[in-house]
Protein backbone atom coordinates (compact mmCIF):
# COMPACT_ATOMS: atom_id res chain seq x y z
CA UNK A 1 0.00 0.00 0.00
CA UNK A 2 1.04 3.61 -0.17
CA UNK A 3 2.91 5.17 2.25
CA UNK A 4 4.07 8.79 2.80
CA UNK A 5 5.69 8.87 6.23
CA UNK A 6 6.92 12.76 7.84
CA UNK A 7 9.84 13.08 10.03
CA UNK A 8 12.00 16.36 11.02
CA UNK A 9 9.60 18.47 13.02
CA UNK A 10 9.76 19.88 16.20
CA UNK A 11 9.92 23.12 18.90
CA UNK A 12 12.62 25.66 17.13
CA UNK A 13 13.12 29.39 18.16
CA UNK A 14 12.32 32.15 15.58
CA UNK A 15 14.85 32.61 13.02
CA UNK A 16 16.15 28.98 13.32
CA UNK A 17 15.71 26.42 10.82
CA UNK A 18 14.30 22.74 10.22
CA UNK A 19 14.58 20.44 7.82
CA UNK A 20 11.17 17.99 6.88
CA UNK A 21 11.78 14.75 4.88
CA UNK A 22 9.02 12.40 3.77
CA UNK A 23 9.68 9.31 2.45
CA UNK A 24 7.53 7.46 0.10
CA UNK A 25 6.47 3.83 -0.59
CA UNK A 26 4.28 2.29 -3.17
CA UNK A 27 4.06 4.53 -5.86
CA UNK A 28 6.42 5.40 -8.59
CA UNK A 29 8.22 7.92 -6.83
CA UNK A 30 10.20 9.71 -9.66
CA UNK A 31 6.91 10.24 -11.85
CA UNK A 32 4.94 11.77 -8.92
CA UNK A 33 4.40 15.48 -7.99
CA UNK A 34 5.38 15.84 -4.95
CA UNK A 35 4.00 18.78 -2.34
CA UNK A 36 4.54 19.87 0.79
CA UNK A 37 1.17 21.36 2.85
CA UNK A 38 0.47 22.87 6.05
CA UNK A 39 -2.45 23.53 8.45
CA UNK A 40 -2.47 25.82 11.32
CA UNK A 41 -4.98 25.92 13.71
CA UNK A 42 -8.51 26.97 12.51
CA UNK A 43 -7.09 27.65 9.49
CA UNK A 44 -7.76 26.06 5.90
CA UNK A 45 -4.92 23.54 4.57
CA UNK A 46 -2.52 25.70 2.13
CA UNK A 47 0.11 24.98 -0.13
CA UNK A 48 3.72 25.61 1.01
CA UNK A 49 5.91 24.27 -1.66
CA UNK A 50 5.57 22.00 -4.77
CA UNK A 51 8.04 20.27 -6.96
CA UNK A 52 7.06 17.80 -10.35
CA UNK A 53 8.72 14.89 -11.32
CA UNK A 54 11.11 17.23 -13.44
CA UNK A 55 11.73 18.80 -10.69
CA UNK A 56 10.40 22.29 -11.32
CA UNK A 57 9.18 23.93 -8.08
CA UNK A 58 6.72 26.58 -6.75
CA UNK A 59 6.17 27.90 -3.27
CA UNK A 60 3.62 29.94 -1.65
CA UNK A 61 4.75 33.23 -1.38
CA UNK A 62 4.84 33.48 2.18
CA UNK A 63 7.92 31.18 1.93
CA UNK A 64 9.82 32.45 -0.84
CA UNK A 65 12.89 32.70 -0.16
CA UNK A 66 13.16 31.01 3.42
CA UNK A 67 11.69 27.57 1.97
CA UNK A 68 13.46 24.84 -0.52
CA UNK A 69 11.43 21.95 -1.70
CA UNK A 70 13.87 18.82 -3.23
CA UNK A 71 13.36 15.63 -3.98
CA UNK A 72 16.05 12.50 -3.90
CA UNK A 73 14.49 10.16 -6.76
CA UNK A 74 17.16 7.30 -5.82
CA UNK A 75 15.80 7.54 -1.87
CA UNK A 76 12.45 8.12 -2.41
CA UNK A 77 12.74 11.09 -0.16
CA UNK A 78 11.39 14.92 -1.30
CA UNK A 79 12.91 17.41 1.30
CA UNK A 80 11.74 21.10 3.02
CA UNK A 81 14.39 22.83 4.10
CA UNK A 82 12.86 25.99 6.26
CA UNK A 83 15.32 28.50 7.43
CA UNK A 84 14.57 32.03 8.85
CA UNK A 85 11.09 30.32 10.49
CA UNK A 86 8.82 32.86 12.25
CA UNK A 87 5.84 31.98 14.54
CA UNK A 88 3.45 32.17 11.36
CA UNK A 89 4.63 29.24 10.28
CA UNK A 90 3.58 27.16 12.84
CA UNK A 91 0.98 24.08 11.71
CA UNK A 92 1.05 20.90 10.84
CA UNK A 93 2.98 19.56 7.65
CA UNK A 94 1.71 17.35 5.31
CA UNK A 95 3.68 15.79 2.77
CA UNK A 96 1.20 14.62 -0.61
CA UNK A 97 1.31 12.78 -3.64
CA UNK A 98 0.39 13.30 -6.77
CA UNK A 99 0.23 11.49 -10.24
CA UNK A 100 -1.99 8.93 -12.40
CA UNK A 101 -1.87 5.15 -11.94
CA UNK A 102 -3.45 3.51 -15.47
CA UNK A 103 -4.93 6.68 -16.46
CA UNK A 104 -6.82 7.64 -13.31
CA UNK A 105 -5.55 10.02 -10.84
CA UNK A 106 -4.31 9.31 -7.36
CA UNK A 107 -3.62 12.13 -4.32
CA UNK A 108 -2.12 10.68 -1.29
CA UNK A 109 -1.49 12.30 2.14
CA UNK A 110 1.27 11.42 4.87
CA UNK A 111 -0.20 12.08 8.69
CA UNK A 112 1.84 14.89 9.15
CA UNK A 113 4.51 16.31 11.21
CA UNK A 114 4.50 19.85 13.85
CA UNK A 115 6.18 22.47 13.72
CA UNK A 116 6.11 24.75 16.63
CA UNK A 117 8.27 28.54 15.93
CA UNK A 118 8.56 29.85 19.21
CA UNK A 119 9.03 33.82 19.60
Known amino acids: QVQLVESGGGLVQAGGSLRLSCAAS????????MGWYRQAPGKQRELVAG???????NYADSVKGRFTISRDNAKNTVYLQMNSLKPEDTAVYYC?????????????WGQGTQVTVSS
Open 26 to 33: GIIFRLSQ
Open 51 to 57: ISSGGST
Open 96 to 108: NAGGSRGGSPFVY
